[in-house]
């Protein structure tokens, strides 16, 4: 799991057209100038600003503003992908996904070392030479500056949103970085086109359905505050009587783009439920306004960012580390159900069969040899329990040990066969 200081990773979601690119880009500016991001001055420190660590997922996309660390395109050819498997534009993004997350612990790896604090810088050997002052006194020399080691890990996911979080090579890219690092979500919103109460109220649902999905903490952004203030958004997210009335109107003159005005009413109940059931999911978000343009309100995302580390800190690393251990658990105990199937199937440290009566008759025409009269002597069919005791209890108790070290070694092979043949069992 991730340290108490290790850098955090902020995963960049939002609908095709929200500027989420845009706002990547903006976002890598600023920590570029900035050495504290939360605070809203510029650059005035001599000492340059730690740098993030850039992922693009986005392997469609034909060039970003930016420089990135570690390029899905680099190791997928997407449309290479599509020619090769007859898929068309989503179908090729979701395969160079799952192809790319099969890395995932290369990647990982990458990142824990990149991230890593750097070493402290040697310190100069001490000479004879002083510095003067104006006053005549002396003092020692500056001591070397250290660059700082990266404190965020910036995520650009592709503009289809639901090929990233409804897949399975999504939910594992986001589960290994959130078992490795504090993971924040950065739900990106176009607001001039979130005006209307039915477009406001489809982000939030689907910003809903991606909190519980990824079960990681969550930041509203919404952009493009230079074209379109967000203060309506928030006030809806804050004051349920502000939404209705906006709803109310909409029902009767009918906004812009809205499908509530001239219809028979059902969307606008529908709405009406809706505000009241999220009510309460508002209350576990951040939401800040920004533009990628201009910059203004990055400085406050960073600030959500930081309350967000602290809040996946204190609630949702229990949470995985719960998970994480029931997974471990489920997966020790099929291995000891694949090992006790093993070892039943093969007659490993079993229970010693019972010798057979003599007196016993082993078929049916042996029964009836013994109704007509036949006597024990007559039985030709004897068993001898010698060759129970061939394989006796010490050699069938190394046998089974030698079974359960190879099963709990540490590199998790489960290949029993293969330690059969070597062992030339069988």
Not at 395 to 420: C, I, M, P, T, W
């Amino acid at each position: 799991m991730s340290a108490p200081n290790s850098p955090v990773a902020i995963v960049c979601v939002g609908m095709a057209g929200s500027g989420k690119t845009t706002f990547m880009q903006r976002l890598v500016s600023h920590l570029y100038t900035h050495p504290d991001p939360t605070a809203p001055g510029p650059f005035v420190s001599k000492t340059p600003p730690p740098q993030p660590y850039i992922l693009n997922l986005d392997p469609a996309v034909h060039h970003v503003p930016f420089t990135p660390n570690i390029d899905i395109r680099d190791s997928v050819n997407y449309k290479e992908v599509m020619k090769q498997f007859n898929l068309g534009p989503n179908g090729g993004i979701l395969t160079s996904l799952n192809l790319f997350s099969t890395k995932i612990d290369q990647v990982i790896n990458l990142l824990e070392k990149r991230t890593q604090p750097p070493e402290p810088a040697p310190q100069p050997e001490q000479t004879t030479v002083e510095f003067m002052t104006n006053q005549g006194k002396t003092t020692p020399p500056p001591p070397q500056q250290q660059t700082q080691g990266v404190k965020h890990i910036l995520v650009d996911t592709p503009g289809q949103i639901e090929v990233f979080v409804w897949s399975a090579s999504g939910e594992i890219l986001l589960s290994s970085l959130a078992s490795t690092f504090p993971t924040v979500i950065a739900y990106v919103i176009d607001t001039p086109r979130t005006t209307s109460t039915s477009t406001f109220m489809s982000n939030m649902l689907y910003a809903c359905s991606i909190l519980y999905k990824t079960r990681l903490p969550m930041i509203l952004v919404f952009n493009k505050t230079d074209a379109q203030d967000a203060a309506f958004a928030k006030e809806w997210m804050t004051d349920f009587e502000a939404f209705q009335a906006a709803l109310r109107s909409e029902e009767e003159v009918g906004g812009e783009g809205s499908a509530v005005g001239g219809g028979s009413g059902y969307m606008g109940s529908l709405l009406n439920s809706m505000s009241l059931v999220l009510d309460e999911f508002y209350k576990h978000l951040s939401v800040v306004g920004v533009s990628s343009i201009t910059g203004d309100g990055i400085s406050d995302f960073f600030k959500g960012v930081e309350e967000k580390r602290q809040e996946f800190e204190r609630d949702y690393k229990p949470e995985l580390e719960r998970r994480r251990a029931e997974r471990e658990a489920q997966k020790l105990a099929h291995r000891e159900k694949q090992l006790d199937k093993l070892m039943k199937d093969m007659n490993v440290a079993g229970p010693k069969r019972p010798a057979k009566d003599k007196d016993d008759p082993e078929t049916v025409s042996d029964a009836e040899d013994r109704d007509d009269g036949s006597s024990d002597a007559d039985m030709d069919v004897e068993y001898d329990s010698a060759d129970d005791d061939q394989d006796g209890p010490s050699n069938n108790d190394s046998l089974a040990k030698r079974y359960q070290e190879a099963f709990h070694q540490d590199d998790g092979d489960l290949s029993f066969a293969r330690y059969v043949q070597q062992s030339n069992i069988g």
